[in-house]
Every structure is written in structure tokens, then in C-alpha cells.
Nanobody
């Protein structure tokens, strides 16, 4: 089991930027796919960005061209650079390994992102 600690969220105006970090308690270098998820109030958690050790990166249509996912295996950390934030990006953001059939580990506490004017 790996513990995940997400950070970097906050309150930002529309059009602003944030960079989220997800620190893992042990090595993630052997984990094929890791993703960032988000859950808005009253909605199901959704996968918004995913990166693999093969270099494949996928984004949900709603964040494509605005968000960038990256991973630093040496630091056991996954990042999500978020630009041009919109009201609808407001959610709690989580990271987790993606098995293709769902998350691999228990969820961390997440980090709240609020986009508001």
C-alpha cells in the first residue's frame, strides 16, 4: 500500500494557474500508469489526466490543452500544472495509480481547488 499526499490547491480566479503535487510514500517508478482525478460537489470522481511509464499521456476533453501532467520518479511525485482555470474546474483533486479498472491504492485526502471571482 502506498500513501498519497496531494497539495498545491487553493483559491484562484478564472484564467489563473495552479500546480498540484502528489507525493507518494514509496517508489512509483514501477507503476505503469498514474493519474489525477477530481470530484466536484454532487458529481462522481473522474479521471482528468493520466501518464504512463511508456510516455503515453491522456487528458479528459474538458482539460485538454490547459492541464499538463508529469511525474518525477526520483522524487516519487506526480504533478498537475493547471492553466486557464475555469469555474467548472472547482473540485477536490486526487492522484492514484490507474489499473485500467480503477484506482490501485486507497485515496489520499485530496487537495481543494476553487475557481472563483
Amino acid at each position: 500500500q502506498v500513501q498519497l499526499v496531494e497539495s498545491g490547491g487553493g483559491l484562484v480566479q478564472p484564467g489563473g494557474s495552479l500546480t498540484l503535487s502528489c507525493a507518494a510514500s514509496r517508489s512509483i517508478s514501477s507503476i505503469y500508469a498514474i493519474g489525477w482525478y477530481r470530484q466536484a460537489p454532487g458529481k462522481e470522481r473522474e479521471l482528468v489526466a493520466r501518464t504512463t511509464t511508456a510516455g503515453n499521456i491522456n487528458y479528459a476533453d474538458s482539460v485538454k490543452d490547459r492541464f499538463t501532467i508529469s511525474r518525477d520518479n526520483a522524487k516519487r511525485t506526480v504533478y498537475l500544472q493547471m492553466n486557464s482555470l475555469k469555474f467548472e474546474d472547482t473540485a477536490v483533486y486526487y492522484c492514484n495509480a490507474d489499473t485500467g479498472a480503477g484506482p490501485l491504492w486507497d485515496w489520499g485526502q485530496g487537495t481543494q481547488v476553487t475557481v472563483s471571482s
